[in-house]
């Protein structure tokens, strides 16, 4: 059973940055790739960001490539998000996921249906 548990949300103005992080517990992290995801009111969750189990490979959403990184650091058992130029759009709720499988295809890592463990998420506030 792994734990996760995000942190770094806020509220931050259009053009502005945020890194999120997700510290995992309780499992083999190394063992998972590991998402991340967001949820705006009255949405359905989407898809952000992906990052295989030792970072080799990374797929992104399209409206987030070039504005957003994720990372990973396996000796702390944490995965970030590295979110720049924001936009009002992007505020949501953003979840961390481990997927089951440490290097999932492109087309696996979108949906959450792959992913077993889920943090509480952030919220992310971004003013225009």
């Known amino acids: 059973q792994v734990q996760l548990v995000e942190s770094g949300g806020g509220l931050v103005q259009a053009g502005g940055s945020l890194r999120l992080s997700c510290a995992a517990s309780g499992g083999t992290f190394r063992s998972y790739a590991m998402g991340w995801f967001r949820q705006a009111p009255g949405k359905e969750r989407e898809f952000v960001a992906v990052i295989t189990w030792n970072g080799g490979r990374t797929y992104y959403a399209d409206s987030m490539k070039g504005r957003f990184t994720i990372s990973r650091d396996n000796a702390k058992n944490t995965v970030y998000l590295q979110m720049n130029s924001l936009k009002p759009e992007d505020t949501a709720v953003y979840f961390c996921?481990?997927?089951?499988?440490?290097?999932?295809?492109?087309?696996?890592?979108?949906?959450?249906?792959?992913?077993?463990?889920w943090g509480q998420g952030t919220q992310v506030t971004v003013s225009s």
């Open positions: 996921a481990a997927h089951k499988s440490g290097y999932p295809s492109d087309y696996e890592s979108r949906s959450p249906v792959g992913y077993y463990y």
